[in-house]
Antibody, heavy 125, light 107 residues
């Protein structure tokens, strides 16, 4: 069945860029319908669960307004991967980062129905 | 952003108890409300979507209700594997937000 797995450095220096990749296995990241988007969500003790942004296989993106100036999400359908870049990180960006599948965007059924295991990222010099 | 609140923040209950968790939205979100369960060290798991629809594979003791600003998650008979933290999440606006969570502990 479809699985998601995050990968990337576990430690990033302040002011640098956090880069993570989510690899989708057991299925396609592309879809002929508007059913699935692909999302990044993070969780820190201080801020709880925070949606970062979502991307469609065509490259269309939605971002959390509070992070929009620092975030870029991209997709590589040939590799079945989507990626997160978060610029100018501070200690407040330390969190567990999850990738997830978002189903049925724009409908009452819009939800995150499949999650990766998560990867812990710390920001420290 | 639409602010989400949950009550209580934590609760203790016995196996077999009926448990109700409340989620409130800062504005009307129709039925664009999801519930997730998270166990320590694990990713959240979708339980309920669209306020009252049970996700495939989720036991029927879980149910959701509500619309507008007030929502509830009910566990009809708490089982040992249900001890976890529960989060609500709105998908009404383009910027999704989660509630702060309700931790359900063993009494």
């Amino acid at each position: 069945q479809l699985q998601l797995r995050e990968s990337g450095p576990g430690l990033v220096k302040p002011s640098e860029t956090l880069s993570l990749t989510c690899t989708v296995s057991g299925g396609s990241i592309s879809s002929d319908s508007s059913t699935f988007y692909w999302a990044w969500i993070r969780q820190s003790p201080g801020k709880g669960l925070e949606w970062i942004g979502s991307i469609y296989y065509s490259g269309s993106t939605y971002y959390n307004p509070s992070l929009k100036s620092r975030v870029a999400i991209s997709v590589d359908t040939s590799k079945r991967q989507f990626s997160l870049q978060l610029r100018s990180v501070t200690a407040a960006d330390s969190a567990v980062y999850y990738c997830a599948r978002e189903s049925l965007r724009g409908t009452p059924y819009d939800s995150f129905d499949l999650w990766g295991q998560g990867t812990m990222v710390g920001v420290s010099s | 952003d639409i602010q989400m609140t949950q009550s209580p923040s934590s609760l203790s209950a016995f196996v077999g108890d009926r448990v109700t968790i409340i989620c409130r939205a800062g504005q009307s979100i129709s039925s664009y409300l999801n519930w997730y369960q998270q166990k320590p060290g694990k990713a959240p798991k979708l339980l309920i979507y669209a306020a009252s629809s049970l996700q495939s594979g989720v036991p029927s003791r879980f149910s959701g209700s509500g619309s507008g600003t007030d929502f509830t998650l009910t566990i009809s008979s708490l089982q040992p594997e249900d001890f976890a933290t529960y989060y609500c999440q709105q998908s009404y606006s383009d910027s999704f937000t989660f509630g702060p969570g309700t931790k359900v502990e063993i009494k």
